[in-house]
């Protein structure tokens, strides 16, 4: 193992204290608990939007905590989710008086947790409403959790959240937007190779030479099969096909589409990817209508992508174009 690190223990801590630094005029890092929230927070009279899980898939969660986006997130130790004091005073700390929405993506630790810790802020005297993002239809059951995972839907549901928090609506309302993202968002991904846990010392499972894991887990979880390498654009063809007919996706709908690196693909790759993706939309008469390209949701050094398509009306695309200013995501500041 080679890694830019002080110790396997000290990852999360240290990558963070330098991630607060960085960032030192959008958010700042509590550090007992641990937990990142926006420099400004709280915001009198908006919602709370909060996310969070293990470390390991930056910039999710916490390079999404800005203006127009998360008030705070929650990082667990790499691939283990936060614990219920964390995302307490987290939620505790963005309470700005009109309630606050977890957004939580379906892995079984990150779900016991965030329900553990609404029902403290509840006794609190906290409104709070939650959002579990269940987009992945590469496997119904994973190691992680039962029904589908939580993957890059998320990220597109944070923003567009954040965006009508932003913007005042109540929460009822920015609740029952994060269900229509959920409900019309789907995604899966694919890997070239397994990242590698810090305190692991060696990658998380075993890939042949010629081989990937199709429908991977952002945690490398198994997919639907294991098969040879093939040229980008079947493999594309392979994940949209998958995504578009389960929704399903038809002729005449717009999308947000994105293409997320897992944190070891170059972007002279992950631009193929597109181009195929894109090709296979017009094909299908469906229009990309707003696009993200790069790394949101990755995990550690797996080389591989994911692709995420959020079927979307004037009122989501409306959000999306909002202003936003965090670390990972910014426009129209």
């Given at each position: 193992?080679?890694?830019?690190?002080?110790?396997?223990?000290?990852?999360?801590?240290?990558?963070?204290?330098?991630?607060?630094?960085?960032?030192?005029?959008?958010?700042?890092?509590?550090?007992?608990?641990?937990?990142?929230?926006?420099?400004?927070?709280?915001?009198?009279g908006k919602v709370g939007i909060i996310s969070g899980g293990g470390s390991?898939?930056?910039?999710?969660?916490?390079?999404?905590v800005g203006k127009g986006m998360l008030d705070a997130a929650c990082p667990g130790q790499v691939f283990t989710s936060p614990s219920p004091d964390q995302m307490e005073a987290a939620t505790a700390a963005v309470d700005g008086g009109a309630g606050v929405l977890h957004i939580v993506k379906n892995y079984t630790g990150d779900v016991m947790n965030f329900e553990m810790a609404a029902e403290l802020c509840?006794?609190?005297?906290?409104?709070?409403?939650?959002?579990?993002?269940?987009?992945?239809v590469a496997v119904k059951d994973s190691l992680y959790t039962a029904g589908r995972r939580g993957v890059g839907t998320t990220v597109l549901a944070e923003k567009i959240c954040g965006a009508a928090a932003e913007r005042g609506y109540d929460l009822a309302r920015v609740t029952a937007l994060g269900k229509k993202v959920n409900d019309h968002g789907r995604s899966m991904g694919m890997a070239?190779?397994?990242?590698?846990?810090?305190?692991?010392?060696?990658?998380?499972?075993?890939?042949?030479?010629?081989?990937?894991?199709?429908?991977?887990?952002?945690?490398?979880e198994p997919g639907r099969e294991r098969m040879p390498l093939k040229p980008v654009k079947d493999l594309v063809a392979y994940m949209a096909e998958a995504v578009l007919g389960d929704l399903p996706f038809r002729g005449g709908d717009r999308v947000i589409a994105m293409v997320s690196g897992m944190g070891g693909t170059p972007p002279i790759e992950?631009?193929?990817?597109?181009?195929?993706?894109?090709?296979?939309?017009?094909?299908?008469?469906?229009?990309?209508?707003?696009?993200?390209?790069?790394?949101?949701?990755?995990?550690?050094?797996?080389?591989?992508?994911?692709i995420t398509l959020l079927k979307a009306d004037d009122e989501l695309?409306?959000?999306?174009d909002d202003p936003v200013l965090t670390p990972a995501l910014r426009w129209g500041i």
């Open positions: 193992m080679k890694k830019l690190i002080n110790g396997p223990l000290d990852v999360m801590r240290e990558s963070l204290e330098g991630f607060a630094a960085a960032h030192s005029d959008i958010l700042k890092a509590s550090f007992d608990p641990v937990y990142v929230v926006r420099a400004d927070a709280p915001v009198k390991g898939h930056e910039p999710m969660h916490g390079g999404f509840q006794a609190n005297g906290i409104q709070v409403e939650s959002v579990v993002i269940n987009d992945d070239l190779t397994a990242g590698t846990v810090p305190a692991a010392g060696k990658p998380g499972f075993e890939l042949g030479g010629g081989d990937i894991e199709m429908g991977v887990g952002i945690h490398g992950l631009y193929i990817v597109y181009r195929e993706l894109e090709l296979i939309l017009r094909e299908r008469k469906i229009t990309a209508s707003r696009r993200l390209v790069g790394n949101y949701i990755t995990s550690l050094d797996m080389a591989g992508c994911a695309l409306s959000l999306w």
